[in-house]
């Protein structure tokens, strides 16, 4: 974890990157990395009634406050919510723009195998933009047809409780089932097993780019 000094996270929309990765980003802060969060729609075309159409950029920067991610590591686009494969070029250029801005070690981003097709999209930029970076893909189960969990960050309680504490902040969509706080220690308790700790958080690995010798 310590050789990782710039991480980068790609969310299609606000609250993918806490939910897929929240307490992996926790960690990494505890242990003095810089962490840079970009999301890319903040879906005002599906803000539930009752909410202002831009109540989710409110709330990423609440939660990404909460995870302990500086404000001015935070970048908000506003691409419409389920069409972000129309404007890929786009993406991509504000990717490349990223990567010319800051020398990133690590990228974290949804699966190549996403269903969602702003996901999917992110995804695939990500993989154009930062090929020559580290980048691993993180989980969002209920979009995921298949998922290769190759690899593992250990957890403890406290990085999962900062992870819920962020998505608490996400009240707009508090009525999602995978919001709910028993289903995030349940899913971290089910990765921790599978390595023998107690919570962990799982990655698929697109790009793996061993440091050279010192």
Known sequence: MSSYKNILVLAPHTDDGELGCGGTIARFLQEGANVYYAAFSTAQESVPSGFDKDILKTEVRAATKVLGIPEKQLFVYDFQVRKLNY????????????????????????SLKDLHQDHKTIAEEGLR????????????????LSFNTQCFVKLESKHIEKKVEALQEYRSQASRDYMSREFIFALAKTRGVQIGSSYAEAFEV????????E
């Open 206 to 213: 697109i790009r793996l780019i061993l440091p050279q010798p």
């Open 87 to 110: 404007v890929r070029q786009e993406i991509l250029e504000e990717l490349i723009q990223l990567r010319k801005k800051i020398n990133f070690d690590l990228v974290l981003m949804p």
């Open 129 to 144: 933009a930062f090929k020559q970076t580290n980048i691993w893909c993180y989980e969002l189960i209920w979009n995921n």
